[in-house]
């Protein structure tokens, strides 16, 4: 069983950067890897990055490569996800959740947290 807090959303200029948190709690946390979705108004929700807490391994989603970067801080149990270079269409709810693995899929996460807004204007 894992709770999962995101932080750090808000509104943030194009260009700009922002800092996400999850801070994950629960007797069984640390076996889970950690997963950041986003949801756009009248979107689907898609994949943005995954970290795995045993073994530090990442995945990314294409949209946000080279500009974003997943990171754990295993003292702190919190997963981060780093934006850089923010484009308006990251504009969308944060969401983190925990699963058995890495994956892409959503249905692949057991846990979520309640999501943070980020928006990102001209």
């Known amino acids: 069983q894992v709770q999962l807090v995101e932080s750090g959303g808000g509104l943030v200029q194009a260009g700009g950067s922002l800092r996400l948190s999850c801070a994950a709690s629960?007797?069984?946390?640390?076996?889970?890897?950690i997963g950041w979705f986003r949801q756009a108004p009248g979107k689907e929700r898609e994949f943005v990055a995954a970290?795995?807490?045993?073994?530090?391994?990442?995945y990314y989603a294409d949209s946000v490569k080279g500009r974003f970067t997943i990171s754990r801080d295993n003292a702190k149990n919190t997963v981060y996800l780093q934006m850089n270079s923010l484009k308006l269409e990251d504009t969308a709810v944060y969401y983190c959740?925990?699963?058995?693995?890495?994956?892409?899929?959503?249905?692949?996460?057991?846990?979520w947290g309640q999501g943070t807004q980020v928006t990102v204007s001209s």
């Open positions: 959740a925990a699963g058995p693995r890495i994956g892409n899929s959503s249905s692949g996460y057991n846990y």
């Open positions: 629960g007797r069984t946390f640390s076996w889970y890897a």
């Open positions: 970290i795995s807490w045993s073994g530090g391994s990442t």
